[in-house]
């Protein structure tokens, strides 16, 4: 078992910089990856964090998204939990295709699928995780 | 948070950009203050993002949507010395079709004249 870092939320967005800096101590605790590993890493987490907030819970802020990190062998796992009934991801529609190019919303997944390594998801009646996992030396 | 100065050259407004564009912070005043531009008549926008250190799905999508407010008001709105994790991210929602990037201001001002 790896180390490994959980943090609770509550659903406002104001909390993604206290997110942040909890990612950062963890990153810094670790001493793993550059900086371009970091940056990618918290392109996907912020991500998944603003969906869990305004989506999973309807941005109520008294219902709490839930944050793992944990180290694994080749690099870190990261699982975003949320209270909504959560998302099948090949059914988000695809924002370059030429008709959803203009589209003001849409690219979160997108940004976290090219951010990551891996990504999948555990839904259970009343709770959503967004698992994604970033190699070190990955893409 | 988002900083934005404001500079005029001509008919052409240059928008010094510092800070983050990102949900909740910095896209909703980027929003606000081009829709104000726009109010205001200004039809050529510059955004110089050389101090934008962050750009999320919101904030990209709050580009999209403020060029196409500039387009359909007959204006139009380009970009000025993206960083290339900026580049990354428009690169990645596959964007640079439809925005004007510069990296040298005085190109970018002469462009506007080019458009006319």
Sequence with gaps: MGTGLKVTLGSDLKLLDTAKLAFDDFMEAIAAGGEDFRYWCWVGIQEALANAIRHGNSGKPEIPVEFDIETTGRGIRFAITDRGKGVVLEDIPDPTAPENLLCPSGRGFLFIENAMDRVSTKGEPGSFTLIMEKDFGGK | ?116
């Excluded at chain 2, 912070?25 to 110089?48: C, F, M, P, V, W």
């Design chain 2, 1 to 116: 948070m988002l900083e934005i100065q404001e500079k005029t050259v001509g008919t052409v407004i240059v928008l010094n950009l510092k800070g983050k564009i990102t949900i909740g912070s910095g896209d909703a005043a980027l929003r606000t203050y081009i829709e104000k531009l726009l109010g205001e008549g200004h039809q050529r926008i510059i955004l110089n993002m050389a101090r934008v250190s962050y750009l999320d799905s919101s904030g990209t999508g709050e580009l999209v949507s403020v060029l196409i407010k500039m387009r359909r008001s007959g204006g139009e709105l380009k970009l000025l010395n993206i960083s290339q994790k900026i580049k990354d991210i428009l690169q990645i929602a596959q964007l640079f079709s439809i925005f004007e990037v510069f990296t040298d201001e005085a190109e970018a001002i002469a462009s506007f004249l080019a458009d006319k």
